[in-house]
């Protein structure tokens, strides 16, 4: 069943004017969420384009279940799994790293300091160990480095300590009501209107669904699906995202000289980098979720 909480797709239309080169090719939107992308995309193909997405959230594939199209197929699986999919047989990739609102705003699923509820964070509910059960058992350094490489966060050492004090003393964290008390406990300062446990759900939940590790997997994959012309079209919310994106963008953006071979020709580059967007002034107003967006776009060379 689709979920009853409501989502706004951050940057859609200029999204899929980026990622859209020919309505009648083949399209991958990689992290389906709750499908604004792909059904703009979908209204945009001919009747001969295709459009194959993934998503590791069951609450995603049954939003995608909704979805009558025979233009169109989903993977329950995460974006990593670009690899799997034929060398040169999309015109175009999709990434929205992004979590979803109702992610978000659903209690149950534990990403926020906002809701009392259990802490999980998994993106997928149906396999591997929850942020709760982690922090049940690992070390305090273990914690702190989470935080600190994750979260950008200073206070990363106390904040650990406080989560291993009161797993000592009363047993386990299992709430985020539990976790954001602690944190809160543990920052001293923080900036102006930022909730002080904002950084360390953000690492917590980068780590447990192994974020960073899966985004630069499925760059790399990219770059075989793609076809040459084909467009890499991807939407980051933070800067540990973005800064990926920026140097694999960059790294492939330019020809590779062999320094032990310095008369021999260099490697072609593989990718154009074409522009960074940000939302306009307009939907950060009407949508203040996107207000941390950017969308680097890059074309797929003839290498």
Known sequence: MASALQHTTVLLREAVDALLVDPDASYIDATFGRGGHSREILARLSPRGRLQAFDKDPEAIAEADTIRDARFAIRHQGFRHLADLPPASAAGVLMDLGVSSPQID???????FRFEGPLDMRMDTTRGESVAEWLASAEVQQIAEVIRDYGEERFAL??????VARRTERGPVSTTAELAELVAGAVKT???G??????????????INAELEELQQALEASLDVLQAGGRLVVISFHSLEDRIVKQFIARHSREVFDR???????KAMKLRALGRIKPSDAE???????RSAIMRVAERTAA
Do not use: D, H, M, Y
Not at 106 to 112: C, K, L
Not at 158 to 163: E, R, Y
Not at 194 to 207: D, G, H, S, V, W
């Open 284 to 290: 950060v107003a009407a949508n203040p979720r996107a």
């Open 260 to 266: 032990r071979a310095p008369f021999a020709e260099p």
């Open 190 to 192: 923080r900036e102006p």
């Open 158 to 163: 106390p904040i650990a300590k406080a989560i």
């Open 194 to 207: 930022q909730n002080p446990a904002t950084r360390t759900f953000q690492a917590l939940r980068i780590f």
């Open 106 to 112: 659903n209690p149950a699923r534990g990403f926020s």
